[in-house]
């Protein structure tokens, strides 16, 4: 039965409610109450499209619907922000650019994939059969007829079939890509020879570093050439700068005393206590273990505590007060062999059934391979293996507890019935279930306060100027830090829990000085120092990168202009260095025994005439001069391989690289930072 409900927790995103206008129209009626004032704020452009806050909203409210995912924390948050934005790109961009290109799904493609004839991956996973691993046609017709008058389903059979019409078209349109790649009979030569030549023979050179710098006047003109000449080296995502300081909230000695004094009383009452299981259950620190462990699962002074019945602690271990008691003792197997059969819990009557059966002495394992629908298990006739009772909990432990070996229990948990056989027992040895109370040491509320009563002293005098932030650092004894938020991050690298922090940045001017924002156990304030919305970085940013690559270029041409003589003796005698050789090099070397990495070289090692003396080159760590003098040839690959191997790997690049183009080429600008 492929129900709606089924559906939406098994396959997530591609299926649940649609959101739509009643929810926008809320949304729009708080823009007031949000601070928009009336507008409708960009949160980013797509292929010259402003996408509002608005639109981006229901998409995202859509996407955590279907998913039925929650913002429970940062990284679920930025997988939900990621979906929406993907969702957005292929409205704007792939759904048009489909559409003129005349990519559709047509009637009868459409049919072909829901009866299966083609396989689309969307409908697979709503509707293939958990057993077999096979697309359910039938499946689909059951859910198909419950469209008819569930307007639940049939707002999911909509964003099924939007997906699988996506999907289909971008196979088109890759297939496309695919198509247009061409290996040509110069590449297939190539790579012939790359991958059946090595070359070997002897080398000259010198190292740009053993040149001293001081030899050499770089000019603002100098880096300006170089940084106009090359400048798609430096080109950049936009992004924001800020200076911040973290007043790390850490634990006094009082703190450290007073926390001691509490635990030691709060451990007399726990010790005494014969209402174990309500006391840990009142303390917010409290635990109650799920399972049964033995002496050897715990350390050597809890487990000679805990099995003589007393308490153990409160003792300080890690960072944390401990105490425990053993709230229950069993007496079971140390490990027990199981094999099982799944059923779902509506199938009580064949659970029931079958029980009677494999008492009687059925085959279990037959019987598990028929009609278990755990099919990890039921392959291999249900074998679970052998585990340690501790991994045992709720009510397979309680069953389990007094299982003997060939005993077959029945156990109902969750949404299934599980028949278990017990086909092994190790001796029995005592087991405690643990309850235990932890505190850890952290600091007090006055800690707390005090420390965030400096940090309002910070942000007072650290507002006006980037010169005041430092010294207002300076006089609390904090050490700023820097960060840089490239378009579209959600986080401060290096700041855990920052995304408070990221959002102020996105709206801030700067010279800003942000609110105190709780990070972590700690407080953080930030200024905004910068903001960089040129495509390129600008030469002020990278000057010390130009610099070096201008000097690289002056120490080349004062290397070169020393360079003399026929052989490469005489030129290694003019460098005042010494002749080496390498062995075994390919076309696909990255790295010469001496040179070190230098594709350069490598590449005009591939091309040289054998027996000459070559150009310089102009390499990454210096200038090098080589001759090739033995050229060894192996049949490890022919045209006819290469060509095949090439070809593909063509196409898939082509087609890895298709979406990144697309998206590059709609010139996309994500401004959500401010807002999400």
């Given at each position: 039965?492929?129900?709606?409900n ?27 109450e ?19 806050y ?23 948050s930025?997988?939900?922000a ?8 292929a409205?704007?961009?792939?759904n ?30 709503a ?6 691993g096979?697309?359910d ?22 964003q099924?079939?939007?997906q ?9 349109y ?5 198509g ?11 790579g012939?020879?790359?991958a ?18 001081s ?16 400048k ?16 790390e909230v ?28 309500t ?6 620190n ?16 809890e ?5 003589a019945?007393?308490t ?5 271990k890690?960072n944390?007060?401990?105490?425990a ?9 140390d ?30 394992a037959?019987a ?8 990890a ?10 585990l ?8 397979f432990?309680a069953?389990?507890a ?6 077959i229990v029945?156990?109902?948990s ?12 190790d001796k ?6 643990v ?17 965030h ?16 932030f ?25 700041l ?10 996105y ?6 000085v942000?609110?105190i ?6 407080y953080?304030i930030?200024t ?17 990168q ?11 041409d ?23 050789d ?10 010469i ?16 005439a054998?027996?000459?003396v ?14 090739v003098?033995?050229v ?7 045209a ?5 191997r ?16 697309i ?14």
């Amino acid at each position: 039965m492929a129900s709606l409900n089924t559906l939406r927790t098994k396959f997530g995103v591609v299926l649940s409610i649609v959101i739509a206008g009643a929810l926008l129209a809320f949304i729009l009626s708080l823009k007031t109450e949000m601070g928009f004032s009336g507008n409708d704020p960009k949160v980013g452009v797509i292929d010259g499209e402003k996408i509002n806050y608005s639109e981006y909203y229901e998409q995202y409210e859509q996407v955590k619907a279907q998913s039925g995912a929650q913002e429970n924390d940062e990284q679920q948050s930025a997988m939900l922000a990621n979906a929406t934005w993907q969702s957005l790109i292929a409205k704007h961009v792939l759904n048009p650019g489909f559409d003129r290109m005349g990519i559709r799904l047509t009637d009868a493609e459409r049919m072909s994939i829901l009866n299966g004839e083609h396989m689309s991956q969307t409908l697979y996973n709503a509707f293939a059969d958990p057993r077999t691993g096979r697309y359910d046609v039938a499946a689909l017709s059951e859910f198909l007829s419950q469209a008819d008058n569930n307007p639940q389903a049939r707002a999911a059979w909509a964003q099924l079939n939007e997906q699988m019409r996506l999907e289909r078209q971008m196979q088109k349109y890759l297939g496309l890509i695919k198509g247009g790649v061409f290996v040509n009979s110069l590449e297939v030569a190539g790579g012939v020879d790359a991958a059946n030549k090595t070359y070997s023979g002897k080398w000259i050179g010198k190292k740009y570093a053993t040149v001293p710098d001081s030899l050499f006047q770089v000019s603002n003109s100098d880096l300006k050439s170089f940084y106009n000449s090359h400048k798609n080296l430096y080109k950049q995502t936009p992004s924001r700068s800020i200076s911040y300081v973290v007043f790390e909230v850490a634990p006094t000695d009082d703190d450290m005393l007073a926390l001691e004094k509490k635990v030691q009383e709060i451990g007399a009452r726990f010790a005494e206590t014969d209402a174990l299981k309500t006391f840990v259950r009142a303390d917010r620190n409290g635990r109650i273990a799920d399972n049964y462990v033995a002496a050897a699962q715990l350390t050597e002074e809890e487990a000679k505590a805990l099995m003589a019945g007393e308490t153990y602690g409160p003792v300080l271990k890690n960072n944390e007060w401990t105490m425990a008691r053993a709230l229950d003792t069993k007496m079971v197997a140390d490990s027990l062999g199981i094999r099982h059969i799944v059923l779902p819990y509506t199938q009580e009557k064949l659970a029931d059934s079958l029980l009677t059966a494999l008492r009687g002495g059925a085959d279990f394992a037959q019987a598990a391979s028929q009609y278990s629908v755990y099919d990890a298990t039921a392959a291999n006739g249900g074998e679970v293996g052998v585990l340690p009772f501790s991994a045992f909990t709720g009510e397979f432990a309680a069953e389990l507890a007094t299982a003997k070996q060939g005993d077959i229990v029945k156990i109902a948990s969750g949404d299934a019935i599980q028949l278990m056989q017990v086909y092994r027992a190790d001796k029995p040895s005592k087991h405690v279930q643990v309850a235990s109370i932890t505190y850890p040491v952290e600091a007090s509320e006055a800690t707390r306060r005090n420390v965030h009563n400096q940090a309002g002293s910070f942000s007072v005098n650290a507002k006006g100027s980037a010169t005041a932030f430092a010294d207002a650092a300076a006089t609390a004894a904090v050490t700023p830090r820097v960060a840089t938020l490239s378009q579209g991050e959600r986080t401060i690298r290096g700041l855990e829990d920052s995304r408070e922090v990221a959002r102020w940045a996105y709206g801030a001017e700067v010279g800003d000085v942000s609110e105190i924002f709780n990070v972590g156990k700690d407080y953080v304030i930030a200024t905004l120092t910068e903001i960089d919305n040129e495509d390129y970085a600008p030469l002020s940013k990278v000057a010390s990168q130009v610099r070096a690559q201008v000097m690289r270029d002056k120490k080349y041409d004062y290397i070169l202009k020393s360079l003399s003589g026929s052989t490469l003796e005489e030129q290694a005698a003019s460098l005042g260095s010494e002749v080496g050789d390498f062995e075994g090099v390919t076309a696909a070397s990255y790295y010469i025994d001496g040179p070190g990495f230098e594709p350069r070289m490598i590449g005009a090692l591939a091309t040289a005439a054998q027996g000459a003396v070559s150009a310089p080159v102009k390499g990454l760590s210096g200038l090098y001069v080589f001759r090739v003098d033995d050229v060894q040839t192996a049949d490890k690959q022919t045209a006819e391989g290469e060509q095949v191997r090439a070809q593909a790997m063509a196409e898939g690049m082509a087609q890895q690289f298709a979406m990144q183009a697309i998206q590059q080429m709609a010139e996309i600008q994500d401004l959500r930072g401010k807002y999400f």
